[in-house]
C-alpha cells in the first residue's frame, strides 16, 4: 500500500524558509510524477510545485524563485524548500503522487505570521 507522510510545517515569520518534506512508503518514489498543492481557509487547492522524472519542475508563478522541488531517492522523498516566506503562503501543503495525483498525504500546517 502506497503512503506519502509530508513534515515540516510550523509557524513561521515572515521572511522565514521552512523545508517540507514527503515520504513514500509502499513504493520507489522516483517512479513517480510528485506534485505539492497547498489549500488555504476558504480557497480552493492549488497546485505549487512537481517534479517529473529528469524533467525541470514547474512552479506557480506566485512562488517560482522563493520556493524548490527535489528529490532525494536514497531517502524516498521529495522535499519542498521555501524561501522568503509571505502571509498568503499560509495555507495546509499536500504532496500527491502519480501523474493523476492518485496518492495523497495528510498534509502539513504552514503558518506565516509575525
Known amino acids: 500500500q502506497v503512503q506519502l507522510v509530508e513534515s515540516g510545517g510550523g509557524l513561521v515569520q515572515p521572511g522565514g524558509s521552512l523545508r517540507l518534506s514527503c515520504v513514500a512508503s509502499?513504493?520507489?518514489?522516483?517512479?513517480?510524477?510528485i506534485t505539492w498543492y497547498r489549500q488555504a481557509p476558504g480557497k480552493e487547492r492549488d497546485l505549487v510545485a512537481r517534479?517529473?522524472?529528469?524533467?525541470?519542475?514547474i512552479y506557480a508563478d506566485s512562488v517560482s524563485g522563493r520556493f524548490t522541488i527535489s528529490r532525494d531517492n536514497a531517502k524516498n522523498t521529495v522535499y519542498l524548500q521555501m524561501n522568503s516566506l509571505e502571509p498568503e503562503d499560509t495555507a495546509v501543503y499536500y504532496c500527491?503522487?502519480?501523474?493523476?495525483?492518485?496518492?495523497w498525504g495528510q498534509g502539513t500546517q504552514v503558518t506565516v505570521s509575525s
Open positions: 500527491a503522487a502519480g501523474s493523476n495525483d492518485r496518492y
Open positions: 509502499g513504493t520507489i518514489i522516483s517512479l513517480y510524477t
Open positions: 517534479i517529473i522524472d529528469d524533467d525541470a519542475p
